[in-house]
């Protein structure tokens, strides 16, 4: 580290004293010794890491990285000049300098901040993914408890009865020594005329959770559910460990092509889809790989084009679609459960062993099986997913084999049987046509499901028989119809089921959306067709227009509905927000019902939406013929720690306690309405786990004798975690002081301006102005500019006091400063 030396010729008091800034010729100074900061390479978060400071007899300070961190900052190894003298120093030393490890590296520290920033030179980095960081090297939080709530109460009254609901949803957590208790429940209450009042409390699970970061996965003890990738999902009592996909760089997580290729020169590769430029890299001569390109969903094919250094120009296409099955070349999904299915609806629920596996094998294709083990029962799934040029697919058979049955239920003492799905996506390029999801699912007669089977042994499987799905087909397909022209969808569903006891289900939706200049318009049809044989068409026209220009002006929306059996409804509505950070919404609305014996209605209503620091609050009410009613609901979390309880809007698994002692009513950049409190806690919801978030404040609104040393902080959380990040602040009157020494003379620029104990404040400006803040009225500075007594002065302020509710700007004074060895 190359030492600033400064002329001081140039900074000499009327006296001809010259003014003594040798600190400042040295760097940093921090102490030695084992220090915690946040680590950042070429801009990019690594984590919060235990780093020791050495410090020699000149002031040069090393931070020192043991050979494990060497690792996780990213730099290969094998790319460095001299690998065998790089293979001694991470094997003999425990203290690795980055500058002298990898030639063209700089260290810098920001001690305001706590952070370490590493340039290292790109040809020496193994890819690092922009704001995420690895599970390993995430912040786990600390202890607190938290409770997010839901509270809604209803009255209404019709034909003279009245009637009352309340209900109030919980999902409450304790984060203890890395695990974290969840428990999610719901309670509600209802009363009315002519009606018997119950009340009631559901507990929809508890569990213990831990992460298991070296597996990237996650260790779950309690109520739980099954995943959902390959089974259906069941609640269930029990253990389940499970790969986590959020642990994964976003270039691995979803499906992408691994992209390979020759290049010929240093060559340029541009990775476009439907015109849109997804990736591009400059490569060496020789085969390349890219196996790095986020997904993109269902969005069709990539072109690649190979850029050589002469301007040659070559392209070819990779197929690209997926199924939600298909994985990245190498990437695995796991699952592994132990435990008794949940259902209070049985008497004797069964224990189960499942395990489910994928794993992408190549580009082409993934392979995935999944098995559930009972008393008497058993299934095995087998499939596979492929993407081709002609779209993604994937196919699986379920095979379950079951015993033990009650032959009331028409299967037979034992059942066996398979169930077949064909999964389908795909973007036709030429007609921008998107199949987004296409699945057709076939199960024999003797085919149980988990949920069949435990139903089978308890007397609420009576109808199973009757009420098993046979078959069922599922579609949604979109339709962009060019610029300007909007764009058409249509979703559908069909399903029938075994026995003669039930027909089949059809329901589907078509419509048409467009915007304008002056608004948007949408169009919709829609028919359900139920097992009794009951149907019904629904044909739809809205309309919206923005009333003004401005950001928040309101929208005009008005809707035509009219049903097949005669039915007509009409809607008029209007909608807008209010405040700086549009916390207040509202809506107006009323509407006209006329039905098909030509009998009509009519209701008017409003609701209002109000985002308060602490909680979110929401109000509606309706009037209408021979009715009314109103309604009032409050959302929001409470959050109990080490420093007190705070409550906030924001609801998440993972949050951040910002402490900033002293700074109420600042506000929180990241959420809005969010102020931190009178205890100088604040509390910001639904950060992105493994990933890194940056929380801001903005000091507007907080007292001016307050001041945010920093305004800006990162941090990575791992899920679920509740992490705490300090903002440190200063506290005092604002003041700038014009000195003078006894004989009307300025003060040199840049002397030390300390306390009375020696602590430093700040240093001396030009003009010979000083500004600090005083925590006392009054109080004892001494200014240095040198180590000898006649180098050094005292000055004795008195400031004017102030009522404390009453918010003070900058003070100006002028003081003397009078000798050290003077009695004064």
Known sequence: MAYQQFNTDFLLTKEGQSVDISRFEKGDSINPGNNRFDVFVNQNLIGRHDVTVNKDEDAHITYCFNSQQVKMLGID?????DINAVANILKNEKCIDIERLV?????????????IDLSIPQAYLSQIER??????DTDRGITAFFADYNINSWRSRSSGVEQTQHYAGLNTGLNLVGWRLRHNGSYSQSSGDNTEATRQYASLSTYAQKEIAILKSQLTIGQYFTPSDLFESVPYNGIQLASDDRMLPDSQRGFAPVIRGTAETNAKVTVRQNGNTLYEKTVAPGPFEINDLYSSGFAGDVEVTVTEADGRVRSFTVPFATVPQL???GVSRYSAVIGTLRDNRLDNAPNFLQ???QRGISNLWTGYTGSILANDYMAVQVGVALSTGLGAFALDVTHSDASGLSLSQGLGEKSRGQSYRLSYSKLLESTQTNVAVAAYRFSSKGYLSFTDYAQSLDEVGDNIATYRQRSRLQVNISQTMGEGFGSFYLSGAAQNYWGAGRGSDISYQAGYTNSFNWGSINLSVGRTRSSNGEQETQYMLGISLPLGSSPQAPYLNTSVTRSQSGNMNSQLGVSGSLGNQSQFSYGLYGSYNQSSSNSST?????NVQYRASNALLSSNISSGNNFNQYGVGMRGSVLVH??????SQGQGETKAIIVAKGAKGASLLNSSGEKIAGNGYAVVSGLMPYRENSLAIDPKGMSNNVELATTEQRIAPSYGAIVKLDYPTVTGRPVLLLLQDTKGNSLPVGAEVNDSEGNLLTMVGQGSRVFLRAEKSQGQLVVRWGESIDRQCKVDYQLPE???NNPTSLLQQSALCYPVSSSR
Not at 77 to 81: D, Q, S, T, V
């Open 77 to 81: 190894i094998n790319k460095l000049p």
């Open 103 to 115: 030639p063209g590296s700089k260290v810098d520290f920001d001690q305001t901040s706590l952070r």
């Open 131 to 136: 704001n995420y960081v690895s599970p390993l």
């Open 327 to 329: 994985l990245r070349h």
């Open 355 to 357: 395990g489910n596996y």
């Open 602 to 606: 009519h209701n008017l209503g409003g």
């Open 642 to 647: 080490a420093g007190g309880i705070n409550f």
């Open 802 to 804: 102030v009522a404390d």
